[in-house]
């Protein structure tokens, strides 16, 4: 199956503006494409140019230079996106996690866990191999290797770092979960937790 499909398919359609555009950053690639193909300028820059001319080359070289900025832009736009989203929810999350240290809401305790799960397991993944992808496509529509690198350097840690603060988090609320209603394990198992859950809300 074709990423943007998968994507599609996956995707938690309560946080879907917060998702990465795939098919909005395909399309611009394509364009990118087109244009280039018509003006004739050599896909790979300044490492394939077959025209020797100084003023020619100078010329193609910029017009890739033009093409890797606006192309990284609007992925570097679309990150902050969603770069914005987890900090709200991060800020959300801490609150909650603090308030529930000393007033204990088994209901919102339940959900929030839930909540961090989901953004675990679903949002910040798609979203990491999300602009992974495209980003991979980037590079090998245009012989090049700066997408990968924009990848390691600018979005690849800032998810690695996203991921440890929010595990950090989710373990605060299961050691709160833990010290009121028993064991967190029951947890893990979606059977396990509806049951939890359940027994849960009854109790309130």
């Known amino acids: 199956m074709k990423f943007g499909k998968y994507l599609k398919a996956n995707i938690d359609q309560k946080l879907e503006s917060n998702y990465i555009n795939y098919k909005e950053l395909k399309k611009l690639l394509m364009d990118l494409a087109l244009e280039e ?18 003023i020619l080359q100078h010329k193609q070289s910029q017009k890739a230079s033009d093409r890797n900025s606006k192309f990284l832009f609007a992925v570097w736009n679309q990150f902050q996106r969603v770069d914005r989203f987890l900090q709200e ?60 690198e924009y990848y390691k350097n600018m979005i690849q840690n800032h998810f690695i770092a996203k991921t440890s603060i929010l595990n950090h988090y989710k373990l605060k609320l299961i050691n709160i979960y833990s010290n009121h209603f028993g064991d967190p394990q029951n947890l893990i198992s979606s059977e396990q937790s509806e049951s939890v859950f359940d027994f849960t809300l009854e109790e309130q």
């Open 37 to 54: 193909s018509r003006d004739g300028t050599n896909s790979g820059g300044n490492n394939r140019v077959n025209n020797r001319n100084y």
């Open 89 to 148: 929810f991060e800020r959300d999350t801490l609150t909650k996690a603090n308030y529930m240290e000393n007033s204990v809401d088994a209901s919102l305790l339940i959900e929030t866990i839930k909540e961090v799960n989901n953004l675990l397991a679903n949002f910040i993944e798609l979203n990491k191999e999300g602009f992974r992808k495209i980003l991979k496509k980037f590079d090998k529509k245009f012989t090049i290797s700066i997408g990968a």
